[in-house]
């Protein structure tokens, strides 16, 4: 089981409240503002850009302004973003980290 989201389903993998494992996967993948709070706020705001975003005629050209094209492979953009790493810059255009790796990720981190 992993935590995150399906079409408005947001699972949580409970293990995720132990701290050991937590820990574990923050250093691991490098999050380090990673709590279990924290990652259902992310798992929603994945769930609002379905509801609030995605068929929008009106917020749909504000967001890729904003964000960037989320049509853009997100396979890519996450093996990129745990080849690569994130920008060196990213701290001065992005709210964490994580936030480089894909606009859907960036929105979801803000």
């Not at 993998?13 to 250093?27: P, Q």
């Not at 990673?34 to 009106?58: K, M, P």
């Not at 049509?71 to 994580?98: E, K, M, V």
């Amino acid at each position: 089981v992993m935590t995150g989201h399906a079409n408005g389903l947001i699972t949580v993998n409970v293990a995720e409240a132990d701290d050991d494992y937590r820990e574990k996967h923050r250093e691991g993948m490098r999050e380090p503002y990673r709590t279990v709070v924290g990652h259902i706020r992310h798992e929603i705001g994945h769930y609002y850009w379905n509801v609030l975003i995605r068929d929008s005629d009106v917020w749909l050209p504000r967001f890729r302004e904003l964000f960037g094209d989320e049509r853009a492979s997100y396979a890519d953009a996450l093996d990129r973003h745990y080849r690569q790493g994130p920008p060196a810059d990213w701290s001065n255009r992005f709210i964490s980290s994580y936030a480089t790796m894909h606009p859907w990720e960036d929105w979801a981190e803000t």
